[in-house]
């Protein structure tokens, strides 16, 4: 007989809107914190200590944030949001300060990607204000590195994800359009290095295992296809999950390469072996659909944590497969 | 000439001797009066005597004699001889002479002496006579001699006095009986003596002598008439069992004290000895064909066994089967007997009327008689079992108890899966229980052959224990290596165990509705599934938490769920169903149960609204008079404390609760019965409309309509009908208006107080429980003085005579509950005037 079904260790409410987003900053000294984008344009810093929001920033007014990250060298908050800015802000010694803010003209819903290269320099990849068009800009001095536009209609830019491989060639990245497709676009060439069609409906989600070369995409419908790169950087699909019910927001890999989460539309989030995609829990917990998953990244694997933050304005954490305290 | 003259001899002696004896003063004298008197008795070779001599002291002289030294128990000179010479001359009288003799005197004797020293002394004597086998020898004698050579009163008086012996003894002695003559030791003894007695007859036969078995047999037919066949027959079976296996003889010798046994005592034998033995085959050997020799015994067998006695285990009645099936003479009864099995199976009259007990009992009967058919003989009988068998299920389809219809079921599938349609066997659906499975289980021939215990081996056997014993260490060892398996290969995905993922099915398209009016709304006109089971599952709740609109539109959808049809197969349909109408009743009580209980006697309904109908006013009265809980409250805010109590662990709010514990454990309590707060007192919501529930269903039951007939085929409705008056009866207890309504509920279940179905008097017995529980005591003396006899001696009647058990009890209880009620009022009253 198998273990019930677990349940989330606890929650986080009060974010006023439904959570677009979210990202861990646990590997610190400091206490460990959990940033939420919602619709509302706020986006609340959350201490998972004292399990209560440490501070709120309105950060676009209004507008829904889609997107928020930190840079590991100077701890700066980065947001994007439906008002088409990306804004970073200093959050040193307390405060809230508005740094820098870059215009992406972009009005979809294509979430930024940030490699940094270096302490002081890093790569920020977002959806530009042509329909296919993708821009890499170098921060922080906002130079622009290069423009994407594939050569065939595509429809919009839905996911992208920047990285750069270990074998020391320029950064490459994977981008997911509305049609259906995914491609491996070169930076430093500008050119495409593989296409597939990897959904008939749009890309909703994406995400890469660097280490084992492996990624994963989701759409609307009712599975998960799972791709490789070979030694030629051509995509090439391998077997695709099925899940019970349509719609994927987000998919995100733990750390250590283990496990897959995914935040479905039908209010759940599903967890599989990375491996070989072995469904192993759905945790039910959200009244609506779950819109983004996160894997903390705490020093000791044994605290990692899965978040997962809903429409219906809360964050469920759960302790899941974790081991030492919780081996399967 | 020779022996007249040798007669006159002895009795001139003998009376010498007690003339000596009672007048005699000298010590020596008396000693050698008393052993001249012995020599009589003595038969060894140095003896003074002649045999003849003997024979004729013991025909006549010797009871004399020993009521002579029993008369002179207090005599001086008894007391003067040495304890040796006592045990001698005195003690050696009843042991060595004619046992039957002995006994008789010993037993007169007892009955008339005062406890005293010579009681004592008797009853030790007693105790000699039957520690030194003289019982053996008594039986032995009457084995010999032949039947004629005294008369039967003598034998009825020896008869009673061997079989009644504990009962004499404990009557003299009671407190201070000796072990030797309790039950639990006396009747074994016997039972080995009568063993030994016929073993010497065995011996006896083989070397030529006739012998006679009748008084053996009169002693095991009396002993086990007067309910002793238990622990005699535990001993006697095993032993013929064993020694009838091989040899012949013993068999003869058995069948022919089984033949012996008088035709008034045969029967209890039989039963004794059906259930002793172990299997049929056992039970042929002992009594061989006896059945066909003897009327009683083959009535007792082929009738009263299956069919009238039903207290005996399934082995018993196995090995009654199994015995008539076992030899071709016999067979014929036993087609015999599936005849009759069939017939009362079958019999409506018989399901009606007879105990459960009866009836699950004759239906393993027959489950297994039909399972020792032959086939040629299955067909010989098919058209008459078929019949039987269609007849029977139908009256036992009808039958209002379930177990009864289980009953039938088994049954029939099973006949019917013997029968062999071509592959037509019956099939029910039913939930199989240990009774169903038991009968299942009767069927399948028993082929494991009777576990016969070896002379010498202990039933329980060292080898069974030492093997029980080593087997949960086998399971250990086998399921260790498998322990270290998992953790191996950490790297893999296989290490993490799944959980349950049952839960994960597709989710719905539509959502529940918001509004109890869209669900209404739904519930009347909407086509569509889905929207239709949302909307019946979130009707409870909608009606709890809108209780002005469900109040206003109440009786709209009562009257839309009572109709409502499970079109969508939706799972819990009928709960849900029930819920809603509950909370309805409960919501908007009056309106509710005013249309509820109208609808209940209108045109048009099924049977199983009307049920739906009763289930729902009892629910919905139970809920009333509940005491209003916090069950609502914590229901609807489950996953809010939940949450909570995570928490709690670290929050500060709790500072309260940490120092209360604080507090408690450091305070000593002498009793810890305070700190339990009081029930907090609340209003009863049923009392005030208990009457809009009770009333209107005693109107208009006896006018039957064409689709509804209460007093005449829909007595299941009838006796739920009562069933649920009897609960809001009960219900309304302390209601001011319950005196009324146990009134009313009396006058109406008198009219159906011997209805024909079980079920429905089940109903009436609860409810006259119930107005005895909850009529305040005063009012049922005052109100109901004018029934409560009638009452009474319809109870009691019920009591001793209903077929049914559950009917018995209740009546029992009613019976209780009306004497405690009125004897309290009576003691009250009491108190009353004496207070005044």
Known sequence: MSRPAPNPIYTLRGAGGALNTLHFRCNGQDSPLLFSGSENGAVHIWNLNSRRPVKVVEAHTGSSVIWVSTLQSTGSLLSQGRDLQVCLWDLRDGGCELLDSVWTGSVGFCQCSLLETSSTNHLLAFAGQQTEEIKIIELPSKNPVCTLIPEAKLGMVMCIKLWKPESGVGPLLLAGYEDGSLLLWDVTQRSVLSQVKAHPEPVMCLTFDPKRLRGISGSSEKKLSSWMLDSQNNIQLQDSVVLVNPGVSQICIREDGRLLASAGWDHRVRIFGWKKLRPLAVLQYHTDMVLSVAFSDHLDPRQTLLAAGSKDQRISLWSIYNEGSDTG | MESVSTNAEIRLTVAQSFRTLTSSTDCKDIIATLQALVSYLDDGAESKTTSAEREEFRRAHYSRTLQFLVSNIQADWLWSLSAAHRAELWDNWFLKGPPDQALLVLMDAITELRPSTSLDHLVGITEKFLQSGRLAELLWSYCVQSASSDSPQLRETLLGRISALPDIMANKLHPDIRPCFLPQQYYPLLASEMLAALERTCHALRDGTDCSLSFVAQTLGKVCIQGHSGS??????????????????????????????????????????????????????????????????????????????????????????????????????????????????????????????????????????????????????????????????????????????????????????????????????????????????????????????????????????????TSPQNVTSQSQPGGTGPGSDLDSD??????????????????????????????????????????????????????????????QMTKVLLHMEDKYRISGFLRLRQTTMVALAVTACIPVTQYLTTEFYSLNYSLRQRLDILEVLALAAQELSAPISDKNVSSSGGRTSAELSLHQSDDPAHWRQVVEKRIQSKTKRISKGATQP???????????????????????????????????????????????????????????????????????????????????????????????????????????????????????????GDPDEDCRSLAVQSLVLLDKSLKKQLEDQQALSLES
């Not at chain 2, 029939?412 to 029910?428: H, N, T, V, Y």
């Not at chain 2, 349950?500 to 509004?515: C, N």
């Not at chain 2, 009960?730 to 179905?757: C, E, K, S, T």
């Open chain 2, 678 to 800: 009081a029930a907090q007192p609340t209003p009863n919501r049923y009392a005030p409309v208990a009457g809009y529930f009770f009333f209107p269903l005693l109107r208009n039951y006896d006018k039957p309509q064409v689709t509804f007939d209460l007093l005449g085929s829909d007595h299941l409705v009838l006796g739920r009908l009562i069933h649920t008056l009897g609960l809001l009866m009960h219900l309304a207890v302390n209601a001011p208006i319950a005196a009324q309504m146990g009134r009313a509920l009396l006058d109406f279940v008198w009219a159906v107080r011997y209805h024909a179905d079980q079920m429905v008097r089940r109903g009436v017995l609860f409810a006259v429980c119930s107005v005895f529980l909850s009529m305040p005591s005063q009012s049922l003396l005052v109100d109901l003085s004018d029934q409560l006899f009638e009452t009474r001696t319809w109870l009691a009647d019920v009591a001793e």
């Open chain 2, 232 to 469: 005699v027959l535990a001993l006697m079976a095993p032993r013929l069992c064993v020694c009838t296996r091989s040899d012949m003889l013993w068999r003869r010798v058995c069948w022919k004290l089984l033949e012996s046994v008088p035709q008034r005592w045969m029967e209890s034998v039989l039963t004794g000895l059906v259930q002793a033995v172990r299997g049929p085959d056992t039970l042929g050997r002992i009594i061989g064909n006896l059945v066909l020799t003897n009327k009683k015994a083959q009535f007792v067998m082929t009738h009263k066994l299956l069919l009238l006695q039903y207290k005996y285990e399934t082995p018993a009645l196995r090995t009654v089967l199994g015995y008539l099936a076992a030899d071709r003479d016999r067979r014929p009864l036993l087609i015999q007997a599936i005849r009759s099995l069939s017939q009362a199976w079958a019999n409506p009259s018989a399901i009606r009327h007879t105990p459960l007990e009866q009836q699950l009992y004759v239906s393993k009967a027959l489950l297994l008689s039909v399972s020792l058919l032959k086939d040629s003989e299955l067909q010989e009988l098919r058209s008459e079992l078929l019949q039987c068998m269609l007849g029977g299920m139908q009256s036992h389809l009808d039958s209002s108890v379930p177990r009864v219809r289980k009953m039938g079921m088994v049954v029939g599938e099973c006949l019917s899966s013997r029968m062999d349609f071509k592959g037509a066997a019956l099939k029910f659906e039913y939930e199989p229980d240990e009774e169903t499975r038991e009968l299942l289980s009767l069927i399948t021939p028993d082929t494991c052959d009777e576990p016969e215990p070896e002379p010498g081996n202990g039933r329980d056997s060292p080898e069974s224990v030492s093997q029980t014993s």
């Open chain 2, 494 to 555: 296989d290490d993490f165990t799944p959980y349950d993922m049952s839960a994960d099915q597709e989710t719905g398209r539509a959502s529940p509705p918001r509004y109890l009016r869209d669900c209404l709304e739904t519930l009347t006109s909407s086509e569509d599934a889905e929207r239709v089971e949302l909307s019946l599952r979130a009707a409870e709740s909608l009606v709890r938490t809108n209780v002005f609109a469900a109040r206003e539109i109440s009786v």
